[in-house]
């Protein structure tokens, strides 16, 4: 049934998908009650631009300003960013985070690549990255961190990772829970 790596990785993308939308509804729904690696690293790179597009009320659910991005009951802290090699050896996009719990129950942030979308630009597209999957351990375990239950006010580290598919910036935009773009970020991945 399945002839190569790629087919897994693609089925196992659209699994994660419905998966994410699942717990995307699920969070909207309840989470308003109570308010040693072969990958080499090429480069760190920089924000170029943020664009803000809310109110940014600090007391909404969600929001996006500056490097924070508050999403229902989970805040993230946007730290650095870099490439690294994915299992095939291609570039992809790590964008490494401190996630808080700031509600009173346990909460996972399987839906963040949900409302979290990255996007770079071919010839003639402006293309929406997969989820990407990478032979880093310490970058595997920061993104093993967004599915594992995060108990109420504690911070962990997380990591969310695209493949790229050229070497063009790639914009990372983020959406409330309608789906709504809140702002987006820019990222250079020469």
């Known amino acids: ?20 939308v699942l717990v ?16 080499t690293k090429s480069t760190t790179s920089k924000v170029q631009k943020a ?10 659910d969600w929001w996006f300003k500056g490097s924070t991005f508050k999403g229902g ?13 994915d299992y095939d050896g291609k570039k992809a996009l790590v964008i490494h985070a401190k996630m808080t719990n700031v509600s009173n129950k ?27 999957m990478v ?19 504690k911070t962990v580290d997380v990591a969310i990772l695209w493949n790229t598919v050229n070497d063009n910036d790639v914009t990372v935009k983020f959406e409330n829970a309608e789906f709504k773009e809140l702002g987006s970020k820019t990222y250079s991945i020469k």
């Open 1 to 20: 049934m399945f002839n190569n790596k790629k087919s897994v990785i693609s089925l196992f993308g659209v699994m994660a998908a419905i998966i994410v």
């Open 51 to 60: 664009t803000d597009n809310t109110k940014n009320n600090q007391e909404d």
């Open 135 to 153: 032979t880093d351990e310490p970058i595997n375990t920061e993104s093993h961190n967004l599915s594992e239950k995060l108990l109420p006010g």
């Open 73 to 85: 009951n989970l805040k993230f802290k946007l730290g650095k960013s870099e490439v690294v090699n």
């Open 106 to 132: 346990e909460m996972t942030s399987e839906a963040m690549y949900t409302v979290v979308s990255a996007y770079q630009k071919t010839d003639t597209q402006n293309v929406k990255l997969e989820p990407a």
């Open 24 to 39: 995307a509804f699920l969070l909207t729904k309840n989470g308003n009650s109570s308010g040693k690696s072969t990958a």
